[in-house]
């Protein structure tokens, strides 16, 4: 990079600090229709690929306030991308908009989405000064499915320099950790008959899952760290004086890297098939979604995007047990792909957390509110940081 003058140093400061005050101002002066927004959401929780509603509003405020919004992008009905700017350099902040079956929005994505749209919206009017181009990307299904791979799939991260996003979580922690995760839908088949009269001419699936979800408990001691697997059985027949002839299960694979899921899928797959010898069943082992990567955290978005949290004085409140895994997410596969940024901001709930129904309380409560407006601000400020400097994000080889 070319060596500046002292002059030019000092116009760069004195328009990053103009910038700066500007993205701030901007958050402040939005603050009531995000968080009308995010309540909004919050009051209409819409499921993975359904989130017709929710993406329409993000993308009502975003236009409205001076993005060109494509909706229905990339062939996917309730993504959107609201972009600024055709030249420069290109960031794009991503709001999910998903919620859980019974819980609604116990992952807090209205506080996601809010805070990325206001994000963009603070960007806005420095963006052009700055020669770059900001999308606000509407990433639909995050919690099942993986909007973000179709995404990236259709080519919505093509050409695209930087990816951010913030997530809430009991604690803060801007560089967290997120795991590879494949999802299995498991089926086991046997043969039905009467329990009493013939049992020896029934085959019990429901017993081939059984024994396949104990074999994987066994499993579990000698499962490397992060390695995980969860299961629920999802179907167990339909009455007990009828051998049930069909049963089935759902599966989560998790492990830090994609080696670790790899090898992960040949035992649990082992376990399964064991338990359809043992008890005479055949199993039927179908991958469902996309797998998620693991999240990469670039270094120097991470410490910017802390910088930042201290900068408008939210000093960080880290889980006093040390960095935690918080789960996982599509994010993971945009952040294989271009420096990335998923920071997990506190709603600060301990001891609830996320997925239950306490911690959506926190998600549309005062924490919550706070988190959201805290986001958009660190978000523009880390993306200015980029902006200004775009070494921030290179990495050692
Ligand atoms: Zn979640
Ligand atoms: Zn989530």
């Given at each position: 990079m070319a060596r500046r003058s002292p002059c030019q140093e000092v116009s760069t400061l004195a328009r990053m600090t103009d910038h700066g005050a500007l993205v701030l101002h901007r958050v402040d002066e939005l603050a009531p229709r995000l968080l009308e927004l995010s309540h909004a959401l919050f009051a209409d929780p819409e499921l993975a690929y359904q989130e017709v509603r929710s993406a329409a509003r993000c993308a009502d405020l975003l236009e409205d306030g001076g993005f060109d919004v494509e909706r229905?992008?990339?062939?996917?009905?309730?993504a959107f991308a609201a972009r600024s700017g055709d030249s420069g350099r290109h960031v794009v902040i991503c709001a999910e908009y998903d919620a859980l079956p019974g819980v609604g929005h116990a992952c807090g994505h209205n506080v996601i989405a809010a805070s990325a749209v206001g994000a963009g919206l603070a960007l806005l009017p420095v963006a052009a000064d700055a020669g770059v181009r900001v999308t606000v990307l509407g990433t639909p299904a995050e919690e099942a499915g993986g909007g973000k791979v179709d995404l990236i799939l259709a080519g919505?991260?093509?050409?695209?320099d930087v990816a951010m996003m913030m997530h809430p979580t009991p604690y803060d922690e801007p560089g967290s950790v997120g795991l590879a995760i494949e999802e299995w839908s498991v089926v086991a088949h046997g043969k039905a008959s009467h329990a009493s009269a013939e049992p020896q001419l029934g085959r019990n699936a429901l017993d081939g899952i059984v024994a396949g979800y104990t074999a994987i408990a066994m499993l579990r001691q000698h499962l490397?760290?992060?390695q995980q697997v969860h299961g629920v059985i999802t179907h167990g027949g339909d009455a007990p004086n009828v051998v049930p002839e069909r049963a089935a299960a759902a599966y989560y694979l998790r492990a830090a890297d994609l080696a670790g899921l790899d090898d992960l899928r040949a035992r649990i797959r082992a376990c399964l098939e064991g338990a359809a010898t043992a008890t005479g069943t055949t199993v039927e082992i179908t991958p469902v979604g996309h797998v998620y990567e693991p999240v990469r955290q670039n270094p120097g978005l991470v410490a910017a995007f802390a910088r930042a949290c201290e900068s408008i004085g939210r000093p960080l409140t880290l889980d006093p047990k040390g960095p935690q895994i918080s789960g996982s997410t599509d994010f993971g596969n945009v952040s294989q792909l271009v420096p990335a940024l998923h920071a997990d901001l506190a709603v600060h709930s301990w001891p609830a957390v996320n997925h239950q129904p306490e911690f959506a309380a926190h998600c549309v409560g005062p924490h919550g509110d706070r988190t959201l407006l805290d986001g958009a601000k660190a978000m523009a400020l880390t993306a200015l940081a980029y902006i200004e400097n775009?070494?921030?994000?290179a990495e050692p080889d």
């Open positions: 229905e992008a990339y062939g996917l009905p309730t919505a991260f093509d050409g695209v490397a760290p992060w775009p070494q921030l994000v």
